[in-house]
């Protein structure tokens, strides 16, 4: 569980950097079929930013993700919600 916490900081740490709006930037998490998914939400002018182009911004967030919790033989994942 200590993975889980850790990973969650780092997205917050990330999002809010990334974000213009920092105080509307959130990450939740939640559990679904046995992985722990992150979602992140932030002001609609923020999201696209969130995926950048072509994807780019959140795969990078979701590889960086795994490759942490892969040690710990964790599943997550991270989806972007509005």
């Not at 950097?17 to 992985?35: F, L, M, Y």
């Not at 780019?56 to 967030?61: D, E, M, P, S």
């Amino acid at each position: 569980m200590e993975t889980v916490s850790g990973i969650q900081q780092f997205l917050e740490f990330v999002v809010l950097g990334i974000t213009n709006h920092p105080h509307s930037a959130r990450v939740t998490r939640r559990e679904q079929n046995g992985a722990t998914i992150f979602d992140l939400s932030a002001d609609g002018e923020d999201i696209p930013r969130l995926i950048g182009t072509a994807g780019g911004t959140v795969n990078a967030l979701r590889s960086l993700v795994q490759a942490s919790a892969d040690r710990d033989g964790l599943k997550v994942g991270v989806e972007i919600t509005e």
